[in-house]
C-alpha cells in the first residue's frame, strides 16, 4: 500500500511541479525533490519497483552523460523503449524520481531498458538496492580534487558499489579502469583504442597518474600512450597488461573521418578528439553485448548528429574558429583539448577561459605555430603565469578579464582561433564572435 | 654557479601540478645566471644527496605516497646527514609527512622516516578532510601566503612552523601542505627561498631583480 501512496504521490508532484514550471511560477527542475518524498513514504521503495529486464548503469569521470544519451538513442533507434535519467540528474532521489515517471500505479517499469548515468560517488548507495545487470565505468581521472580529493579515492567509491552478479564494461587502455578485474569475481569486458597518429611515447608530461602496476606497484612499462598514462602498457614483474580488448578502435582516419572497430565495422566521427572516440566504442560495446544487429548499431552511431556542445567548428569571414568545451577542474579534458590543439601545425591563435591550470600540459602550447594567447576569466593571470612556465614568450600573451571585447582582441591576431574554455564561457563566445549579442 | 635539483618521485607525486615549484625553480634560477640541472628520480634510481643542492619532493594520493616511502627508506641516513649538513629540501602537500615519525590511518601505523619528531594522524573520514584555501602568515617575509590545502592528515608538530601553524621548518628543511603550487602562487615566498638557496651555496653571490610580473599580478588578483 505505501508503494502504490509514493508512486502515486511522486507521480503528482512531478506533474504538479512541470505545471509551476510551465507558468514560470518556480524555475527548478523536478528531478529530486518528487523521488525524495517518495522515498520518505516508502523507504523500501527501490527493492518494491518491478524492473524491465535490462539495466545499464553508467559511471565514471568524463562523458558519462554523453555515454548515456548515445546508449539511449542506439537503443530508441532500435525500436526499444528507455527510461533514463529526468533532466539529467544522477543522484539517488533523482534515480527513484525517474523510475516513478516511467512506472505504473503498482511500480511496474513500463520500458524495455533502464540506462542509467550514476555519479561516480553515488553509485554504491544505488547498488545497495538495484544491481545492474552492466556497469559501464568510462574513465576516472583528475577531476574536481576538492570534491573527489584523487582518482584514487574514487576508485575505491566505485568499487564499493560493485556486486559480483554485474558485468562491468571497462576502458582496457587505462591501468587503473582494467585493475577493476582484480576485485570484480563477475563478467568484465574490455574495450580501447590502438596505437594511432595521436598516439606517443613521451614518457614526461606531468600529467601521468597511473604509471605504476596496480597489482604489484612496480613501474609500468608503455608501448605508447594516448594520453596520460592511457595506452598500451605491460608490468615486468607481475605481467599485468592491456590484454583481452573485445572491442577495439583499430584505425583512425583523419581524412575520411572514421574510424574501424576491431578491423571491420567503420563509423562516421566527427570529431577525433579522444573522450569522444572512448564515448563511441563503449556504446558500440554496450549494443553489441546486448545483442543489438550490427548493421544497425552502425547506423545509429553513423547518424548520431553534431554534438555542438563539445566541439564545433565555425567559418566566419574566411577565419576558421574551434570551441573546445572542458569540465571545470579536470585536467584531463584540458589536456585532451590541448592535445588536439597541437596536432596541427597551421598557424593558430589560442583562447584560454580556464580555472584549474596548474595540473595540465599547457607546454603543448609551446610552439611556433602559436600566435597569440588570450588569456581570460577570474584567473586570467594564473593561466598567464601558467604560460610563463610553460617557456611561452610573455609578448604572446594578451590578458582579459572577460569575453566582451574578444572580436577586437582576436583582430590583430593571426591564424585559425582554437577556443579552450570551460562550458560556461563557450556559449557567450560563439555569440560574441557571431555578434548575435 | 652550477646548481642540481633532485626532483624525487615526479612519477607518483604529482597530483596537485607541483612540478610548478621545480618549473618557477629552473626559471628564477636560471634568471640569476645559474646553471640549474634537475634530476627526475624515482624508485629504484640511485639517490646521491650529497650530490644535490636541493631536493624536491611532492604530494600524491595514498597509496604512491607508500610507494615513495619504501624507496625513501633506503636513504634514511643519506637524508639525515644532508639536513645536518644545513642543505635544502622543498616537500610539499602530504610528502612532508614522510619525513616525521608516524602516519597514523586509523588503527593503521605506518612508521615513516623518523627524521622529526612530528607525527600525522587521520581516521580518513571524507567530511574531517582538510580542503580549504589558505592565507598564512610568514614571519621570514612580509608577505601572506595563499594557496589550497587538500589533505586528510592533521600534523602533530612541535617543531617551528614554516607558516603561521602550517608545516615544518628546521635547518633548511621545508614542509608544507600549501599546494597551489607554493611557489609559483606566492613570489615574495619565491624570492626569499630563491635567496636564500644561493646565498647557502655562496653568500656573497650577487642577487640581481628577478621577472616575476605576472607572478605578482596573480598573487594581487
Known amino acids: ?437 | 654557479m652550477k646548481m642540481t635539483i633532485a626532483y624525487l618521485y615526479h612519477d607518483l607525486l604529482n597530483l596537485y601540478g607541483d612540478v610548478g615549484n621545480i618549473m618557477a625553480l629552473k626559471y628564477h634560477l636560471e634568471e640569476q645566471k645559474i646553471d640549474v640541472t634537475i634530476k627526475y628520480l624515482s624508485v629504484n634510481d640511485k639517490k646521491y644527496f650529497n650530490k644535490y643542492d636541493l631536493v624536491y619532493i611532492g604530494s600524491g594520493t595514498d597509496k604512491n605516497l607508500l610507494i615513495a616511502l619504501e624507496d625513501l627508506k633506503n636513504y634514511k641516513n643519506d637524508i639525515k646527514k644532508y639536513i645536518d649538513n644545513n642543505k635544502f629540501i622543498l616537500a610539499t602537500g602530504n610528502s612532508f609527512e614522510l619525513f616525521g615519525k608516524y602516519i597514523r590511518i586509523k588503527s593503521n601505523v605506518i612508521k615513516t622516516l623518523n627524521i622529526f619528531n612530528y607525527f600525522v594522524e587521520y581516521d580518513y573520514d571524507l567530511k574531517d578532510r582538510i580542503v580549504k584555501d589558505v592565507n598564512y602568515k610568514c614571519n621570514l617575509i612580509n608577505k601572506n601566503i595563499i594557496g589550497f590545502e587538500n589533505h586528510p592528515g592533521y600534523l602533530n608538530s612541535k617543531e617551528e612552523h614554516l607558516f603561521e601553524d602550517e608545516g615544518v621548518k628546521k635547518k633548511n628543511f621545508y614542509g608544507s601542505y600549501v599546494i597551489g603550487p607554493l611557489l609559483v602562487r606566492n613570489p615574495e615566498f619565491c624570492k626569499y627561498f630563491i635567496k636564500e638557496l644561493i646565498h647557502n651555496k655562496d653568500s656573497k653571490y650577487k642577487i640581481i631583480d628577478g621577472n616575476y610580473k605576472l607572478d605578482e599580478l596573480a598573487y594581487k588578483n
Open chain 1, 1 to 437: 500500500m505505501r508503494l502504490y501512496i509514493s508512486i502515486f504521490v511522486g507521480k503528482f508532484l512531478i506533474k504538479f511541479i512541470e505545471l509551476l514550471r510551465k507558468f514560470k511560477i518556480i524555475k527548478y527542475n523536478a528531478s529530486v525533490f518528487p523521488g525524495s518524498v517518495a522515498k520518505k513514504i516508502c523507504p523500501d521503495i527501490l527493492n518494491n519497483i518491478t524492473y524491465p529486464k535490462t539495466t545499464i548503469f553508467v559511471t565514471g569521470s568524463t562523458g558519462k552523460g554523453s555515454t548515456t544519451k548515445m546508449i539511449t538513442k542506439v537503443l530508441l533507434d532500435n525500436g526499444y523503449t528507455v527510461t533514463t535519467n529526468y533532466k539529467g540528474s544522477n543522484l539517488v532521489n533523482a534515480f527513484i524520481t525517474m523510475l516513478i515517471n516511467d512506472s505504473s500505479i503498482n511500480g511496474k517499469i513500463k520500458t524495455d531498458y533502464i540506462v542509467y548515468e550514476v555519479d561516480e560517488r553515488y553509485l554504491k548507495l544505488i547498488t545497495k538496492y538495484i544491481k545492474p545487470d552492466y556497469l559501464v565505468i568510462n574513465n576516472i581521472t583528475r577531476d574536481q580534487p576538492p570534491r573527489n580529493t584523487s582518482f584514487e579515492f574514487v576508485f575505491n567509491e566505485i568499487k564499493k558499489g560493485i556486486y559480483k552478479n554485474m558485468h562491468l564494461i571497462v576502458n582496457a587502455d587505462d591501468p587503473l579502469t582494467k585493475s577493476f578485474e582484480l576485485y570484480h569475481k563477475g563478467k568484465i569486458t574490455y574495450y580501447g583504442i590502438e596505437k594511432n597518429f595521436m598516439s606517443t611515447d613521451k614518457e614526461i608530461d606531468y600529467t601521468k597518474d597511473n604509471l605504476y602496476c596496480p597489482n604489484c606497484n612496480s613501474k609500468l612499462k608503455f608501448n605508447y600512450y594516448h594520453y596520460g598514462s592511457v595506452g598500451d602498457y605491460k608490468c615486468n614483474n607481475c605481467g599485468y597488461k592491456r590484454e583481452n580488448v573485445s572491442y577495439d578502435i583499430t584505425n583512425i582516419d583523419k581524412k575520411k573521418m572514421t574510424i574501424t572497430i576491431n578491423n571491420k565495422d567503420e563509423i562516421n566521427i566527427t570529431n577525433y578528439i579522444l573522450f569522444n572516440l572512448y564515448n563511441i566504442i563503449t556504446v558500440y560495446s554496450v549494443c553489441d553485448l546486448l545483442k543489438i544487429d550490427g548493421n544497425k548499431i552502425i547506423d545509429s552511431l553513423n547518424n548520431l548528429g553534431i554534438d555542438n556542445k563539445i566541439y564545433e567548428e565555425i567559418i566566419i569571414k574566411d577565419r576558421k574558429y574551434i570551441t573546445l568545451n572542458c569540465k571545470a577542474e579536470n585536467n584531463a579534458t584540458y589536456n585532451l583539448a590541448l592535445l588536439y590543439t597541437s596536432l596541427s601545425n597551421e598557424k593558430k591563435t589560442i583562447v584560454l577561459g580556464l580555472n584549474e591550470i596548474s595540473r595540465s600540459s599547457f607546454e603543448l602550447l609551446n610552439d611556433k605555430s602559436v600566435d597569440k594567447i588570450i588569456c581570460a576569466g577570474p584567473y586570467k593571470y594564473d593561466i598567464a603565469l601558467r604560460m610563463k612556465y610553460a617557456g611561452i614568450d610573455e609578448k604572446k600573451l594578451i590578458i582579459k578579464y572577460n569575453l566582451d571585447n574578444i572580436k577586437n582582441d582576436l583582430k590583430n591576431t593571426k591564424g585559425d582561433v582554437y577556443a579552450i574554455l570551460n562550458f560556461d564561457y563557450i556559449e557567450p563566445f560563439k555569440n560574441k564572435i557571431r555578434g548575435d549579442k
